[in-house]
C-alpha cells in the first residue's frame, strides 16, 4: 500500500491566494488605465508599462541578491508599479518613475522583509520620495490630449480657484492630474469591482471619502469638488485599502479612514501643499498598529467580570 | 444576531443515498478506546467466543463507556493499536462467524428515574457520536442543585462538507430519534427541545416539523444558515437560545443540553430494543471513492474493508480523512478500525483539487481569518505571537476559545496553518 499524506486539519482550503487577490486589484485598476489613455495618449501607456516593468525587476533582483524565494509571483510588485504610475504627472520624464519604483519596492518593501512587512505602502512612500525630489517635475501638469493640441500646462482643479472646472468634469476625468487619478468614474467603477469580488471591504472608502466631504462642507469648502478632484479617490480605493498598511478589524478600518480623510483636508486647507491624500495616508499606515492594538477584537463568551477586571489593570 | 461563519462548499453528493448495511467483514477489531476518557479492560481472553452485543470491554472510571462484541465470532488476539492521538489503546480481534448471532437476553433497559437512565445509557456504550466522543452519561448526569437544565438541543447542523450520515439518520430514524427526545426529556426534567438542522437538508427539516408537531408543542425545528460552523457546541447554543456559553463554562452552565442527532436516534432504539452501540453510519465519500455511499458498519471494521464497499481502489489514495475535511483527522493505516466518533470516511486522491494553491506565502494582514473566526479571535495576531512564543498575548488573547473549526486556515489567501498554530499554542499555555 502506498504511504498515505497525514496533515493538520482542514484538510481543504479556499481557492483565494494572495496573486489571485492581486490579479483581482490589478484587473480593477483597468478602467482607470483604460481612461489615462484616452485622455493622456501613449504616454500614459509607456509610464504605466515603464512603472510596472521596474517594479518587476526591483523584485527580482532584491530577490536574487538577499538569495530568497522568487516572491514575483504573487503580483504584488506589479500593483505597487502600477499605483505608483497612476500617481504620476504623464510628462514626468520616465527616469524618475524608475527612481520611484525603487524606493517602493527596493527601500520601503523589501528591506523591511517583502510583502507583509513594510510599514507604509510602497507606492505612497515612492510618490512622497519623488514629489519631495522631483517638486518641478511632480506639479507640472499638462491638458489631457484631445482638449488642447499643445502640451500646455493648466493648473489642477485643487489650485484653480476660478470655476474652470464643472463637476461633469471632474467625474470624468476632463482636467489636468496625475495619469490614473483624474478619472474618478473609472476609479469607482474599479472599487464597486473590488467590493464585490469581496478583495476589499467598503469601510475604508466609505469611512475616506465620507469624512472628507464632511470636513470640507464644515470647513466652508465645496464638498463634492473636494472628493472629485485630486488624489482622493485612487488613495481611498486603491491604496488605502491595502491590506499590509491598513487595520485589519473592521472598527480599525473606520478609524483608519477617517483619520486619512481629515489628514487630507488638514493638509489641502491650511498647509502648504494643494494636495494631502499621500501624506494622510503615509501618516495613518504608521499609526496603524497602535489602531490596531485598541481595536482588537473581543472574543465571544469571555465573561464581562472579567472584562472589567483586565481594564482595572491597565 | 448570529455568530460569524464561512460558506464551504458542501458536496453533500452522498444526501440521496439510502445507508445501506455493510456485509459482515471478516474480521474486525475493537479498539478499547473510543470515547474522551479512561480506556476499557479487556473482559474476554484469546479463544473465547463472542456474540453480538456482549460487553468485551469495561472500566470502572466514571468517565468511560463500556464497550461491546459488534460481531459473533471467535477472539483470536490482543492487540495494540496506535491512534491518532499518539496514545496506543488495546484492541480486541475477532473473526467473524457471518451468523451474527446476538447475545440472548438483550432488552430495552428497566428506567425508572434520572439515575437509572444515565445507568442505562452507560451500559449501552454511548458516547457522543458525531466526533468529539464525550459520554453521553456524563453529560446527562449534571447535578441537579448545580444546574438548572431547561434546553435540549439535537445538533443536526452536520456542516462539514461531504458528511450526510447525520442527514440520513434523520430520514431513516426520524422515530428513533423521538423516541430518545422523550425518554431524554422524561428522565432529565427538560422542558424545551430544538432540533437544530442546516437549511441545505430542506427534507430533513420538513420530516422534523411534522414529527415534532404531533410530538407535542414544546418541539421546535430551527433551520440554521448554511455557515461552517454552525454544528459547533457554542455556535448551535447561540443561534439557537441566544445563550453565550462562556470562557470555562459547559453547556448545562448556562442551561443547555446538546447532543447530536445520531446519539438522540441511538438512545431512542437502546430504550426499545436494548441493543447496545455496535454499529455506526457512515459515509463514505472523496473524489478515489467511485460509489460514494452510506454505509452502517460494524464498529471495529477496518477502514480498506469499507472503502472496498465504496468500489475505492486503495492504491490510488493519497489522503483518507476519518470525519469531515475541516476537523476530521487523517487516517495513517488504511487497516484501522471504526471507532464509535467515526462519521465518515473520505478518500482523496493525489493531486486533485485539495492539493491545489497549499503553497505558504507570508501573512498580508488581509484580515480574513479575523473576519471567518466564530468566537471572534484574530488566528493572524495568535499566530504571530505564537512564533514568538509571546505567552501573555496568548492568554489575553484568549487562544483557549480556539475550538479548532479550521476556519481560518481555510479562508487564508497566503494558505497559512493558522488553527493548527493556535492547537500548538494551546499546547505551550498547558506547559
Known sequence: MRDLTVSPSPHIRSRVTTSRIMLHVLIALIPAFAAAVVLFGVRAIVMVCVCMGSAFLWERGCNLIMKRPNTTGDLSALVTGMILAFNLPPSLPYWMAVVGTFVAIVITKQIFGGLGQNFANPAIVGRIVLMMSFTGEMTSWVMPNYMAQDVITAPTPLVEKNGLYSYLDLFIGRHPGCIGEVCCAALIAGGIYLVIMRVISIHIPVSFVGTVFVFSWAAGKDPVYQILSGGVMLGAIFMATDYVTSPVSKKGKVIFGAGCGVLTCLIRFYANYPEGVSFAILLMNIVTPYIDMLTRAKPVGVPAVKKEAQGDEK | ?431
Open chain 2, 1 to 431: 444576531m448570529k455568530l460569524k461563519g464561512i460558506f464551504l462548499d458542501h458536496k453533500k453528493n452522498t444526501a440521496g443515498s439510502a445507508s445501506v448495511v455493510l456485509p459482515t467483514p471478516k474480521t474486525v477489531r475493537i479498539a478499547m478506546q473510543q470515547c474522551a476518557g479512561a480506556a476499557c479492560d479487556v473482559l474476554v481472553k484469546v479463544g473465547d467466543e463472542v456474540l453480538v452485543g456482549q460487553k468485551i470491554g469495561d472500566s470502572d472510571k466514571y468517565m468511560s463507556v463500556p464497550v461491546h462484541s459488534s460481531v459473533s465470532g471467535k477472539v483470536t488476539g490482543i492487540s495494540e493499536l496506535l491512534q491518532v492521538s499518539g496514545r496506543v489503546c488495546k484492541c480486541v480481534d475477532i473473526e467473524t462467524d457471518g451468523e451474527q448471532r446476538y447475545m440472548p437476553g438483550l432488552k430495552a433497559p428497566q428506567v425508572s428515574d434520572k439515575d437509572s437512565f444515565c445507568n442505562a445509557v452507560r451500559e449501552s456504550g454511548c458516547c457522543g457520536l458525531g466526533g468529539a466522543g464525550f459520554p453521553t452519561h456524563v453529560k446527562f448526569g449534571f447535578d441537579d442543585t448545580r444546574f438548572s437544565v431547561d434546553t435540549l438541543v439535537i445538533n443536526a447542523a452536520e456542516c462539514e462538507p461531504y458528511l450526510t450520515s447525520d442527514h440520513r439518520t434523520m430520514l431513516e430514524d426520524a422515530d428513533s430519534i423521538f423516541n430518545g427526545i422523550a425518554c431524554i426529556k422524561k428522565y432529565l426534567g427538560i422542558k424545551n427541545v430544538c432540533i437544530a438542522i442546516e437549511k441545505n437538508k430542506p427534507d430533513a427539516i420538513d420530516l422534523m416539523r411534522q414529527k415534532a408537531q404531533r410530538a407535542g408543542a414544546d418541539i421546535r425545528v430551527t433551520a440554521l444558515s448554511t455557515r461552517y460552523p454552525q454544528g459547533a457546541e457554542k455556535v448551535i447554543v447561540y443561534n439557537t437560545t441566544g445563550r453565550v456559553v462562556c470562557e470555562g463554562q459547559i453547556p448545562a452552565d448556562v442551561g443547555v443540553i446538546v447532543i447530536n442527532v445520531s446519539t438522540c436516534a441511538f438512545i431512542g432504539q437502546y430504550m426499545k430494543t436494548g441493543v447496545p452501540l455496535v454499529s455506526k453510519r457512515i459515509t463514505v465519500s472523496g473524489d478515489a471513492v467511485a460509489s460514494p455511499c452510506n454505509v452502517i458498519v460494524p464498529i471495529g471494521t477496518a477502514f480498506e474493508d469499507i472503502l472496498w464497499y465504496g468500489d475505492c481502489d486503495p492504491e490510488s489514495i493519497d489522503k483518507a480523512i476519518a470525519g469531515g475535511p475541516m476537523m476530521g483527522t487523517d487516517l495513517f493505516d488504511l487497516r484501522d478500525p471504526v471507532c464509535k466518533t467515526h462519521s465518515a470516511l473520505l478518500a482523496f486522491r493525489h493531486g486533485g483539487e485539495r492539493e491545489r494553491n497549499r503553497v505558504q506565502t507570508a501573512c498580508i494582514r488581509c484580515g480574513r481569518c479575523i473576519e471567518a473566526c466564530p468566537v471572534g479571535l484574530m488566528p493572524t495576531v495568535l499566530e504571530k505571537a505564537f512564533d514568538k512564543k509571546d505567552r501573555q498575548t496568548l492568554k489575553k488573547m484568549k487562544v483557549s476559545l480556539c475550538m479548532n473549526c479550521g476556519s481560518c486556515s481555510y479562508v487564508c489567501p497566503a494558505k497559512r496553518d493558522l488553527a493548527e498554530k493556535n492547537q500548538l499554542a494551546k499546547a505551550l499555555l498547558r506547559t
